[in-house]
């Protein structure tokens, strides 16, 4: 794997969040697939099953972009980075209602937002001469 910021941040990223995938399996034992509440990963981070297969699925597009090209990490790490930027915020306002299907909590949202801040940055501020997608 070369130097790039964009390819080292995305396989660091994917193997955490397959491995937050994997480990959140062993605290949602007996919670609901789509539960509201979750249980307890690390004693602080919510989870349900739906969410782990999230974590698991974010981690394996990051893992496998980071692992491609510049170009491939780039543009996951820009896409996922957007995607939790809007779920950190707009997770505040699910808690406490049957939209909260991820199970989210305080905690989830400060992660994905911290998350968001790392993935943009590195997506949208380094290299620049990396295009994010194709030319059509």
Sequence with gaps: MSSSPNRIVATVFGAVYLLVGLL??????????????????????????LHNIAHLL????????????????????????AVY??????????????????????????LHLASAVVLLGVGLGTERNVPRTAAV
């Design 85 to 110: 930027l809007l779920l950190g915020i707009v997770g505040f306002f699910l808690v406490g209602t049957a939209a909260n299907i991820l199970a989210l909590n305080t905690a989830d949202h400060f």
């Design 58 to 81: 974010i981690g394996g597009a990051l893992l496998v972009a980071g692992l491609a090209n510049a170009r491939a990490a780039k543009g996951v790490n820009t896409t996922v980075g």
């Design 24 to 49: 959140g399996f062993a605290v949602t034992g007996g919670v609901g697939f789509i539960a509201t509440e979750g249980g307890l990963l690390l004693g602080i981070f919510a989870v349900n099953p």
